[in-house]
């Protein structure tokens, strides 16, 4: 019903940059908010950035400053703007949207496939 389909890894080099797309699509009735998780070899999945509908964002620490999360509401499409990227950012980038589908009461989670970026150093 609903998909993510990420877009714009790939491999850089340390302090370069990278701009992430994420775009949803299907039977959507709302979108709460959407986000940017990561995951690296042997860790958990954290939070990298978020952003609500009303345009409230959030970052994790090790990347305020450097990423930046911007949506375009029209075409369900969410953005993280990566700058002075650092090997530490190594990792699969996942969207996750907070949504409604057509016809639901509830809310729910929904995740993309995953884009991998590399920093070299």
């Known amino acids: 019903q609903v998909q993510l389909v990420e877009s714009g890894g790939g491999v850089v080099r340390s302090g370069g940059s990278l701009r992430l797309s994420c775009a949803a699509s299907g039977s959507i009735f709302n979108i709460n908010a959407m986000g940017w998780y990561r995951q690296a070899p042997g860790k958990e999945r954290e939070l990298v950035a978020g952003?609500?509908?009303?345009?409230?964002?959030n970052y994790a620490d090790s990347v305020k400053g450097r990423f930046t999360i911007s949506r375009d509401s029209a075409k369900n499409t969410v953005f993280l703007q990566m700058n002075s990227l650092k090997p530490e950012d190594t990792a699969v980038y996942y969207c996750h949207a907070d949504l409604y589908v057509m016809g639901s009461y509830s809310a729910m989670d929904y995740w993309g496939k995953g884009t991998l970026v590399t920093v070299s150093f």
């Open positions: 952003i609500t509908s009303g345009g409230r964002t």
